[in-house]
């Protein structure tokens, strides 16, 4: 045994199925002093005219008076902008003509603000073009994109700075940031895919439905309370984005509709238009479906309705309805925040025109208030000038405060999360460590349980019916990395109960939230979010990882990934509640770490103290050989066990190893499970780094494999 043990360790080369773990935190970080200072910066963008409608200029702070619910204020600070004077049209580009390139990398995350000694935006006019990709069918995309390079290359002046941005049913993305440069913006136009993002199209489910004979299923409607929430939080994260810059901007936003389902996305709505009032910009969206001439019962993109609505006008009723339901978001989205729609208009590129020619001459005011409170609610504003009082002057007349974590409403909340999973930087007021796992449950499934943790010394807590509390948010989401599709998500929230002798343990141990999902073979991307909804601190983990088609492996002896644990605990002493607990126990009847009422909590983090026991667990797989049965009354030959053992190595010695195990595979499904479970005594090492790996033969085929990963034994 030993000399066949030798051979087939020298044969194996290759590391078998790793799990994936990480943390959003470095492992050593240090915890720095923060100092933090709450001011509240106030910009108002002032278009100051005289009785001729003529621009009033030459004016500077001590010339405006300002008030806040009528309250005086300090101005800190006024710039002119004047874009009068300098306007010049560009020459007109034809087609052909530009050096167009293929950007590597187009997509940015942020808006590069104005410095001190770079003053990029002062008296320029700033356009944004915001591609709704995912409300756009591929004609409107064509029509949108024609028309915007159009505008580039017949109306774009020289003040003009333009930005490309784009909303693909999963992120906004910056493709351009705010230049001049012709070239590039022409560059990126034409090299965007017509036809992407379209995953969020609304499907409405109403008498204009067509009759598809499949069986009853869940109301669409559903899922575009939901899609309709997206878009309108993509708008509201692009307003954001655009809130960087001081100045005065247009958002021209280019979208087939945007259609509200009753009151469900009212709150959205005003999000999104109190984000860009206080950003300072100006919505213009664009319908670019054009002026639309469709048949009573709809075209020859559905199917027929088939339903009694055909011949009681129900059916006509409903298409016209929905078709000005989606243009009523638009219009209401422009005259909100001062922009201008336009719709039922094949020239497209007018919108963006009338966009541009908003913005010639205003001033930027600036101020701190002096209304500490962050209760978010609508302070007015007034101004006018001192010595003028027949002005007219255009800006905003209020905004809304900012709010306290204290304060949000259970909507806020929910936004609050929906916002955070958007954002493409991560958020680490929280640290979160992750484990992925992965166990192959059929031919094409694998289960893949996700185990979560937490300090608990970073989560407060709060008394609640005499007893210490804590409840944390969790939401995550999975997406196919082939097809930057959505497969699975979770919503949960978890209610940490505690007596009065773990309260005080909570600053020395972890809080650790586990699910799990059903995935086929593949890449996927997974990003999780963790509140702590007694102070609103938030933090998200995002990485990649590949669950591997193991009925592939051909070379070495199949494995799941390789738990490593220092604790089973019994699922009838859990430390917390969560929300979806029949879902739990769903995923627990196919946990392979649940047995006989016990669960093993993986060891995150890989350090285990020498005074507990370290459990190893992992699942080899020896499918049966396909073949003729055997013949009647003959008993077919016993499998062949599957050897075990783990090793730990310590600079590159072995220092300990488990005796071999015999496992014999199951042989109640084809995949020949193997359950393989190792007790790894840790007394008699000594405190330190090692690395710890798991060894499984098949002596029947002369077949192994391996695992290997670092450990550490606290002192």
């Not at 349980?449 to 989401?477: M, N, S």
Request: hydrophobic residues 40%.
């Amino acid at each position: 045994m030993r000399r066949l043990l030798f051979i087939i360790l020298a044969l194996v080369a290759a590391s078998g199925s790793a799990q994936q773990v990480g943390q959003n935190k470095s492992a050593d970080a240090q915890d720095n002093f923060t100092l933090t200072m709450k001011v509240q910066l106030v910009v108002e963008a002032v278009v100051v005219k005289d009785k001729q409608g003529n621009a009033v200029q030459g004016l500077t702070a001590k010339d405006f008076v300002l008030t806040e619910d009528g309250v005086p204020q300090t101005i800190k600070f006024c710039e002119h902008q004047d874009l009068s004077a300098s306007t010049q049209p560009l020459p007109v580009s034809k087609a052909g003509t530009e050096d167009i390139h293929i950007y590597k990398k187009l997509a940015r995350t942020q808006i590069a603000p104005e410095s001190v000694d770079n003053e990029r935006y002062k008296s320029r006019r700033l356009l944004a073009l915001y591609f709704d990709m995912s409300a756009m069918r591929p004609a409107d995309q064509i029509r949108a994109l024609t028309a915007a390079e159009q505008f580039l290359r017949t109306q774009m002046t020289s003040v003009d700075l333009v930005a490309i941005m784009r909303y693909n049913s999963a992120s906004v993305d910056i493709l351009q940031d705010f230049t001049g440069d012709r070239s590039k913006l022409l560059s990126i136009i034409e090299t965007m895919i017509v036809g992407e993002g379209q995953d969020s199209a609304e499907d409405i489910d109403d008498a204009a439905s067509a009759d598809t004979g499949a069986a009853f299923g869940q109301d669409d409607s559903e899922f575009n309370v939901f899609n309709t929430d997206r878009q309108l939080s993509a708008l509201e994260t692009a307003a954001r984005m655009l809130g960087q810059v001081q100045e005065k901007k247009s958002l021209i936003y280019f979208a087939g509709g945007l259609r509200l389902n009753g009151i469900d996305n009212q709150a959205q709505l005003h999000a999104t238009v109190d984000a860009a009032i206080k950003a300072g910009v100006s919505f213009w969206p664009i319908d670019a479906r054009g002026l639309v001439a469709q048949a009573p019962l709809g075209d020859a993109t559905q199917g027929s309705q088939g339903n009694s609505g055909v011949y009681t006008g129900t059916a006509a009723a409903a298409v016209t309805s929905q078709f000005q339901i989606s243009q009523d978001t638009l219009y209401a989205l422009a005259g909100d925040t001062g922009g201008k729609a336009l719709l039922d208009s094949n020239d497209l590129d007018r919108g963006i025109v009338n966009a541009q020619q908003a913005i010639s001459d205003y001033y930027v005011i600036g101020y701190y208030t002096s209304n500490a409170e962050r209760n978010g609610k609508f302070r007015h504003v007034r101004i006018s000038l001192a010595q003028n009082a027949e002005a007219k002057l255009e800006y905003r007349q209020g905004y809304y405060a900012d709010k306290e974590f204290a304060k949000f409403t259970t909507v806020d909340k929910e936004r609050q999360l929906e916002d955070a999973l958007m954002l493409d930087d991560p958020i680490t007021e929280l640290s979160i460590a992750m484990e992925i796992d992965h166990f192959q449950l059929n031919r094409a499934e694998y289960f893949v349980p996700i185990i979560v943790k937490i300090p608990g010394r970073e989560l407060a807590l709060a008394k609640r019916g005499g007893a210490e509390h804590t409840l944390i948010d969790f939401v995550g989401e999975i997406k196919d990395m082939s097809g930057g599709i959505t497969v699975t998500n979770v919503r949960d929230n978890v209610n940490i109960k505690l007596s009065d002798a773990t309260a005080a343990e909570l600053a020395h141990r972890p809080i650790e939230y586990d699910t799990g999902f059903t995935l086929l073979p593949g890449k996927y991307m997974i990003k999780f979010l963790a509140r702590d909804d007694e102070t609103g601190r938030i933090g998200t983990y995002e990485t990649t990882f590949t669950i591997p088609n193991l009925n592939k492996e051909d070379k070495r002896v199949a494995i799941s990934s390789v738990v490593l644990s220092s604790q089973r605990v019994d699922q009838k002493q859990a430390l917390y509640d969560t929300a979806k607990a029949k879902d739990r126990e769903k995923e627990e009847a196919v946990n392979p770490l649940v047995q006989d009422g016990k669960k093993l909590v993986p060891s995150v983090t890989r350090v285990f103290n020498p005074s507990r026991d370290m459990f190893v667990y992992l699942q080899a797989y020896k499918p049966q050989a396909a073949g003729a049965p055997p013949a009647p009354g003959t008993t077919p030959a016993p499998a062949q066990p599957l050897l075990g053992f783990v090793s730990l190595y310590s600079n590159g010695t072995e220092v300990f190893k488990t005796p071999p195990i015999a496992v014999v595979p199951s042989s109640a499904t084809r995949l020949g499970v193997t359950p393989l479970s190792f007790d790894v005594g840790l007394s008699t090492l000594a405190p330190g780094a090692y690395d710890c790996q798991v060894t499984v033969i098949d002596p029947s085929t002369s077949k192994g494999t391996f695992w290997r990963a670092p450990i550490m034994i606290a002192p």
